[in-house]
């Protein structure tokens, strides 16, 4: 059993077959941390549980038995549901798929954000993502002429 | 709490490796200033029109123009009516400067309403690419006597090129009706015997190259020296010209059924049959109907659309163009020589008849150029 402790205090109880999903734990397990509470200090504790939840899923789905396997749509559509959420929490969850290493969640966010991304309009992506526009005038000058055309 | 302005840039460029169009990429260059500064301009180095022969750097000769058919609308907070899309094919030939031209033919358009701007900003918008298509044409000056290669831009043009344009390969249907290849470093075009049919059409799928002949028989062109050719569907009994078109990731053939128009040498398209690909039984199998989708028939390109996003019309029907004997003249004929085929009822009807769906190809709708939505 290995204890992770998120940067807001929470502690994590979870089996060594999901903890070497992440690849960085894995690291510090073999490294030194093995019997003590391994410190996440860069992810809150809200999102330490959801990276949890879906290493615990898909851990399950290739460990199990035949019978009781997942089928790959099943997982699909699990993911699926799994991504329903707001932008802030998406942001919070790929820098931690990131910095804790974890290949398969991370393509995940990456495809989900892309897909929101997919034929919008600049500020449509900035609606979606509350980002402001940070441009200098020279800068949206320079985006103007990028975003144009001239017609003969 | 940062922000996603705040994403790192290697996390960016995960998201950005997942966009697959050139305008989704200005897109999210153009969101805020990190993104901006993370993510490179020189995205397709190629340029619209680039040079296949001769191949010593004269500015004359044989080039593949290339264009994007595009499907433009407002953003949803802005949308009003009913037409709010505008399909355009567009060709930048140089840096900043485009045509614009009749999705479905070759016709380019002129003509532009008074009030509009020459200059406009596309990042307004959202912007979808339905297809690309590529058109041979003869720049500055037509050898003479080279009988095999001036024959050429007649027929399909299908290409493919690394990303970073250092190698590229070009099919496209000889006058013969043979296939041709054409490669970055060739001299000139090889041509390949072993289509039993003259060949109908050509379409780069999935990363491979299609072909289809005048029987409905399909192979896939592994591009080599000798290129080898696979089945990949028999033969179909029916129609006379075989078309092929992506739809929602799915290969597609169309076949169509020409008349002849009475006392003349014209022909007219008077029913299209739809097939989907079965890979394993290697088979076309007829589909009754296409759903919410619209398959568009051009000239030189194929491509098709969801219903829903295209203009608010049902699905289940085919753009086609017999414009080749309909010479278009002028702006008023941007819809001469388009038909729309309803699958459902086999209903055939020229573009005109539905104003609501012409308005989305000519003119320019109003929203694209009155700048009531402002910003970058």
Not at chain 2, 31 to 43: D, E, G
Not at chain 2, 87 to 112: C, G, W, Y
Not at chain 2, 254 to 267: A, G, K, L, Q
Not at chain 2, 362 to 375: K, L, Q
């Amino acid at each position: 059993m290995i204890t992770l402790r998120s940067s807001d205090g929470e502690t994590f109880d979870l089996d060594e077959v999901v903890a070497v999903e992440l690849l960085t734990i894995k690291n510090m397990m073999e490294d030194c941390c093995a019997d003590s509470v391994i410190p996440v200090p860069n992810v809150e504790g809200k999102i330490l549980a959801k990276v949890i939840e879906y290493c615990k899923k898909h851990v399950k789905s290739t460990a199990m038995a035949e019978e009781h396997a997942i089928s790959d749509a099943d997982l699909k559509a699990w993911d699926s549901d799994f991504i329903k959420l707001d932008q802030a929490t998406l942001f919070d969850l790929i820098m931690a798929a990131n910095y804790l290493d974890i290949k398969s969640l991370l393509d995940l966010l990456c495809q989900t954000v892309a897909d929101m991304i997919k034929g919008k309009s600049p500020e449509e992506i900035r609606k979606i993502f509350n980002i402001k526009n940070d441009f200098t005038p020279e800068e949206e000058k320079e985006i103007r002429r990028e975003n144009q055309w001239a017609f003969e | 709490m940062a922000g996603w302005s705040q994403l790192p840039k290697d996390l960016l460029l995960l998201i950005a490796q997942r966009l697959n169009t050139r305008f989704d990429l200005l897109s999210l260059r153009s969101v805020c200033s990190s993104w901006h500064a993370f993510i490179p301009y020189s995205l397709h180095p190629l340029p619209s029109r680039f040079p296949i022969l001769p191949t010593n750097g004269t500015s004359w000769g044989l080039y593949l123009s290339r264009r994007r058919i595009l499907l433009l609308r407002l953003p949803e907070s802005h949308c009003q009516s009913t037409t709010s899309s505008w399909l355009i094919k567009v060709e930048e030939d140089v840096p900043d400067m485009a045509h614009l031209v009749n999705p479905l033919s070759t016709f380019q358009f002129r003509h532009f309403p008074p009030n509009f701007q020459k200059k406009f900003a596309f990042s307004r918008f959202r912007v979808l690419e339905l297809g690309q298509e590529y058109v041979l044409q003869y720049m500055n000056h037509r050898p003479s006597g080279e009988a095999d290669e001036g024959s050429l831009h007649k027929g399909k043009v299908t290409f493919s090129c690394t990303s970073n344009g250092d190698d590229f390969v070009m099919l496209t249907i000889h006058v013969t009706g043979k296939l041709a290849m054409f490669r970055h470093g060739n001299k000139k075009l090889t041509l390949i015997d072993d289509m039993t049919s003259p060949c109908d059409d050509l379409i780069f799928f999935n990363g491979e190259f299609y072909a289809v002949d005048n029987t409905g028989r399909t192979v896939v062109v592994a591009i080599g020296s000798p290129p080898v050719l696979s089945l990949v569907a028999d033969s179909v009994s029916g129609g006379n010209k075989k078309s092929l078109v992506e739809s929602n990731g799915e290969l597609l053939m169309v076949d169509t059924y020409f008349d002849r128009v009475i006392h003349s040498i014209m022909e007219r398209a008077v029913q299209f049959k739809v097939f989907k690909l079965d890979q394993i039984r290697r088979v076309w199998v007829e589909i009754e109907n296409l759903g919410d989708r619209i398959l568009f028939l051009g000239e030189k390109s194929t491509f098709s659309a969801v219903a829903s996003e295209f203009c608010g019309c049902a699905g289940n029907c085919i753009y086609y163009t017999n414009s080749f004997f309909f010479p278009c003249g002028q702006e008023d004929d941007a819809y001469t020589g388009i038909g729309i085929f309803n699958l459902e009822n086999g209903n055939m009807d020229p573009l005109s008849s539905f104003p609501d769906y012409a308005k989305v190809i000519w003119p320019p709708p109003a929203w694209v150029y009155t700048d009531n939505i402002g910003g970058v």
